[in-house]
């Protein structure tokens, strides 16, 4: 009965599962027939990981409406992140562009602050006008991702090649340090930074709302199905790197296209459930997921893909261009500036949404 039920609830995954075996069985024919038959294996694939992870988002909800914030956002993000480090290390095992790891990340950062937080601070000001949360997330949030970009993504561009591998292995124990002391924040003495205290009506309501969404599934079979489902997306991500890598060569597209695939996949999930509660009026969702989700990226993805270059030897490249550069440091002073108040409105949700529009402008320019 409970077996039936569980099946009956993740069709998707096993969508997925079905579509992992045939891109097993014709791999090697899908790749004869030519470029555009490999195009769309992988569009069909993207898709596919994308609605697998949207699962593993739902019952990551799940244990999250279960524990409540700021428990709740950390698993959400931590498991966007996961996807997003297994796809990418299966990616860079191939024939990958070197600045993938670096492009991801930037592209992450770029989705996640101008692209989520823009939105949904646009519609939910549209909606319900000006916006409140707790002002102490997002000034921690903001100086903590500006601090592992910088040390991260900045400061290589001055290291000597010669010398990468010994600030490769600084920049893994930085990060950790920096992620240890965070989570004993978030979760300690300092957790009410990330948390808003919102009026006991709206919060009774809410409270309603996710009980009744979320009380059918066992905390077992979430952790369960999130794993499988993890597994699953490692499979498929094999598949579409192989078929992505066949169906870009030699058409001139950007390099990173790759990067901006893996960095939507791992926040599609994150899209519906940061929207959906800006919406709801419950901005400090929003502000966790979103600026949540960029940190983690960056502070998570670092020393994990920092280990596998000093394990295999070759190193990546980390030193952000010019322009991504340029790009980063005018969304951490325009977040800077409208989170530093308390409230959202529109006119900051568009400002945000504004320059993720630019991001994709220049990504189509080859920048």
Do not use: C
């Not at 709740?72 to 297994?86: D, K, N």
């Amino acid at each position: 009965m409970i077996i039936a039920k569980w099946f009956r609830q993740e069709r998707n995954l096993l969508v997925a599962l079905t579509i992992a075996v045939v891109a097993y069985a014709g791999e090697h024919s899908i790749l004869e027939m030519g470029q555009a038959a490999s195009m769309i294996a992988a569009a069909a694939l993207i898709a596919t990981i994308v609605l697998a992870s949207m699962r593993v988002a739902h019952h990551a909800e799940t244990l999250a409406v279960k524990v409540g914030d700021p428990y709740g956002t950390m698993i959400l993000t931590l498991s966007a992140v996961a996807v997003e480090v297994i796809i990418l290390a299966i990616m860079m095992s191939g024939e990958s562009s070197s600045t993938l790891v670096r492009d991801t990340i930037y592209a992450a950062v770029m989705l996640d602050i101008n692209g989520i937080l823009g939105l949904a601070a646009l519609l939910g000001g549209l909606k319900h006008g000006e916006q409140p949360y707790n002002d102490d997330s997002s000034r921690t949030y903001g100086v903590m991702i500006l601090t592992a970009m910088g040390i991260s993504m900045i400061v290589p561009e001055f290291i000597p090649d010669a010398k990468w591998h010994y600030y490769s292995a600084f920049t893994i124990v930085a990060m950790i340090a920096l992620y240890a002391l965070f989570l004993r924040m978030q979760v300690g003495r300092h957790s009410y930074f990330f948390s808003y205290s919102y009026p006991r009506a709206e919060k009774k309501l809410a409270a309603a709302e996710t009980e009744a969404h979320h009380e059918e599934e066992s905390t077992t079979t979430s952790i369960v199905t999130i794993l499988l489902g993890v597994v699953l997306i490692g499979a498929l991500a094999e598949f579409m790197s192989a078929f992505m890598d066949s169906g870009l060569k030699g058409t001139g597209a950007p390099p990173a296209i790759a990067a901006i695939v893996v960095a939507a996949i791992s926040a599609a999930p994150e899209i519906l459930t940061a929207l959906r509660a800006a919406l709801k009026n419950r901005m400090q969702a929003t502000v966790n997921i979103a600026l949540g989700a960029s940190l983690s990226t960056v502070i998570l993805t670092v020393p994990v893909m920092e280990a596998i270059a000093l394990y295999t030897g070759q190193p990546f490249i980390m030193a952000m261009s010019p322009v991504q550069t340029v790009m980063v440091m005018i969304t951490l002073i325009v977040a800077a500036i409208n989170l530093n108040d308390g409230e959202t409105n529109a006119i900051e949700g568009m400002t945000h949404f504004i320059l993720f529009a630019t991001f994709i402008m220049l990504t189509a320019l080859g920048l």
